[in-house]
Nanobody
Framework: QVQLAESGGGLVQAGGSLRLSCAAS????????MGWYRQAPGKQRELVAR???????NYADSLKGRFTISRDNAKNTVHLQMNSLKPEDTAVHYC?????????WGQGTQVTVSS
């Protein structure tokens, strides 16, 4: 069974940084598109960033320049570096692994940004 375990969430002041990590198991990690989604209270879940097996990235337009996604295929991990955080970034952040029609989700990690 595919497992995605997120870590690194927490409480940070506006302007601060956090680095989320996701460790994947039971998949051939290198062939999956890895991603991060988030869901704020009362809002729909939205894409934050994705990275292909070859390292091609795409980001939500509103987050370009502040967030950086990266992956380490040797360690089956994907990271999300979040800088210049704003209160509106407060959300549960989910790690995903996608290949064709397969989509797997982690349990999520809470990010809270105080003003």
């Amino acid at each position: 069974q595919v497992q995605l375990a997120e870590s690194g969430g927490g409480l940070v002041q506006a302007g601060g940084s956090l680095r989320l990590s996701c460790a994947a198991s039971e998949i051939i990690f290198s062939i999956y598109i890895m991603g991060w989604y988030r869901q704020a209270p009362g809002k729909q879940r939205e894409l934050v960033a994705r990275i292909t097996s070859g390292g091609t990235t795409n980001y939500a337009d509103s987050l370009k320049g502040r967030f950086t996604i990266s992956r380490d295929n040797a360690k089956n991990t994907v990271h999300l570096q979040m800088n210049s955080l704003k209160p509106e970034d407060t959300a549960v952040h989910y790690c995903t692994a996608q290949k064709a029609w397969e989509m797997y989700w982690g349990q999520g990690t809470q990010v809270t940004v105080s003003s």
